[in-house]
């Protein structure tokens, strides 16, 4: 019997770059085992919270340091057909070296990328703007008809998230898989009390500052808000689900909040988010889209009162970001770049 493709598919994970790249990795690999192949996902990072974090979502990862000279090998593999590449830097470093033979795609999500690919594909709002940026991919893919979301997020109907706007409302508060910046932490300690929350607040398995965060949710507490601090839980698209609203990062999160239909409060923590974020806040898809390291505290407790305060509002938000996405993103990535004859 002959055996199956195999199609590669490199990302890391870490504190300080989040968990973002590896999760869209595991979207793909997913798609890639449903079509019959073999999908090898090569991770390397921070390896105890990625070996949790593949745990808990029963993700088959290759967990070590890999070298390119380790990647090459396995590219040299006659049953490797094609390899996915998350990240513009390992991109530049690996794909110059890559067999002729050998399908190329690069996800990414800031442009500029001057490599001959066989495909880039880039899921944000803004990038059919940024085609030009790559002037040598024989495909580009690009925008949100191709967000890749994981199966634990695309299990959950389309818009399932039912929000209300009356009574206390339960605000999701989660800043990815790791939160570098520790914006949890200041988020929760500045929530105003001028409405009672029920606040479910995710952390990732890079999270480090349990410390600080303990704090802010006891001034939150102290402010009338009920607190409920989940690290790292196997199925958060059920939290999110069960949400009126969420206060988040300008990453990948806003992805799945729209396909499930939760408003959301954004702001951008790293430079590749910042035109994203001001994107959607143009559109009418999310509120916020500052600079997190740019808004001060007293800019931070207006955007949540507002957000909070406008019921109407965030409900058309709702429905705008809802029009955006579908599940179908991973899979059309996979048929249309990855399996490509």
């Not at 390397?44 to 380790?70: C, E, K, P």
Request: hydrophobic share 45%; with cysteine.
């Amino acid at each position: 019997m002959a055996r199956k493709p195999r199609i590669l598919l490199r990302a890391d994970a870490s504190h300080e770059i989040g968990f973002g790249h590896l999760a869209r990795a595991c979207a793909l690999s997913e798609e890639i085992e449903a079509k019959g192949c073999e999908p090898h996902v090569m991770a390397g990072g921070d390896a105890t919270a990625i070996r949790a974090w593949a745990r808990d979502r029963g993700v088959a990862v290759d967990l070590r340091d890999w070298s390119a000279t380790q990647v090459l090998h396995a590219a040299d593999d006659p049953r490797t057909t094609a390899i996915v590449i998350d990240g513009a830097a390992l991109a530049t470093e690996l794909v110059p070296k890559l067999p002729d033979r050998l399908r190329a795609i690069v996800v990414d999500d800031g442009g500029k990328i001057p490599l001959a690919l066989s495909a880039v594909v880039n899921q944000n709002i803004h990038a059919p703007q940024l085609a030009a940026t790559y002037p040598r991919a024989r495909l580009r893919l690009l925008g949100r008809r191709y967000t890749m979301l994981r199966r634990d997020i695309r299990r959950y109907t389309r818009g399932s998230c039912r929000p209300i706007t009356h009574g206390r409302l339960r605000v999701i508060v989660t800043f990815g898989g790791s939160d570098a910046a520790n914006a949890t932490s200041r988020l929760l300690s500045l929530v105003p009390e001028d409405r009672a929350l029920e606040l479910v607040v995710i952390t990732g398995p890079g999270f480090r500052d349990d410390l600080a965060l303990a704090a802010a949710a006891s001034l939150a507490t102290q402010r009338g808000h009920d607190v409920d601090v989940r690290r790292a839980p196997e199925d958060p698209g059920s939290l999110f689900v069960s949400a009126d609203a969420a206060i988040c990062c300008a990453g990948g999160t806003l992805g799945e909040l729209a396909f499930l239909g939760c408003p959301a409060l954004a702001y951008a923590t790293t430079s590749e988010q910042v035109i994203p974020a001001r994107t959607q806040v143009r559109e009418g898809l999310i509120y916020g889209g500052r600079r997190w390291s740019e808004t001060a505290d007293d800019m931070l407790r207006a955007d949540m009162l507002t957000f909070l305060l406008d019921d109407a509002g965030r409900l058309e938000q709702r429905h705008r970001a809802l029009a955006t996405i579908d599940s179908d993103g991973a899979r059309r990535v996979v048929e249309e770049a990855v399996l490509a004859g």
